[in-house]
């Protein structure tokens, strides 16, 4: 059986403090983020040539989900949560080897007191997972628009967000509130509740974390409603 040891290259840095309310695939929410090379491969020499590319590869590890080991048969969002399918038809977060992989825009390439950083939007990972490769995009053999995707052909639907008056002012006291009133739009209109739980009476009190902020919302007459902000 073969095996090989692999290491981490780099460290991603997002908003997302958990996994809870991250969007399922990239590109789904324009969340600024960095790359930051690590050890031996933070030098500039591994990047050269790579601001010629406006989208990336990012190979990583779902580093939170490892202990929790993997099935052959998992349970995806798409199916409603209870239908069983392959894991390696799914893009499952539980999976042999624990591999993930995203296509990420590419803003810039920076070196700030030695530490070579890539200044990256879209991403779907938590703070600090770490990763394992890094890749060119190449529209001539990546992007095949007519290829099919069964369960996964569309992105996921959108749901409407709202806020609470009082959430409201406080963005106007914020530094960039009006960005990060934004993120928090895009982010929770992917509705990262469970599949099992939507379309039915709910009135749970939900809490995503986004950078130092505790965001609490719940939903109202299927629509999402943003009622808390806390600085942590
Ligand atoms: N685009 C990647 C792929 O297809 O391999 C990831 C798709 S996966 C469904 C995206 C989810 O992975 C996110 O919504 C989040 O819940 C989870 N996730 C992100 N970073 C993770 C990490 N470091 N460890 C475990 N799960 C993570």
Redesign the pocket.
Known sequence: MFTQTIEAVAVCKTPYQQ?FG?????GLVDAQGQIKLTGDYNHPDFVQGIEQYSHLWLLF?????LEQGFKAKVRPPRLGGNEKIGVFAT?S?FRPNGI???VVRLHQVRLEANQVILDISGM???NN?PILDIKPYLPFSDSLTNAKAGMAQESPELCSVNFSKECSIAFESMTNGDEFKRLIEQVLSQDPRPAYKKNKHDDKDYFISLYNYNIGWKVVENQILVNSINAD
């Open positions: 996994k991250i969007p399922r695939q990239p590890s779902f580093h939170e989900n893009r977060t993930g992989q995203s779907d990972l938590v997972t």
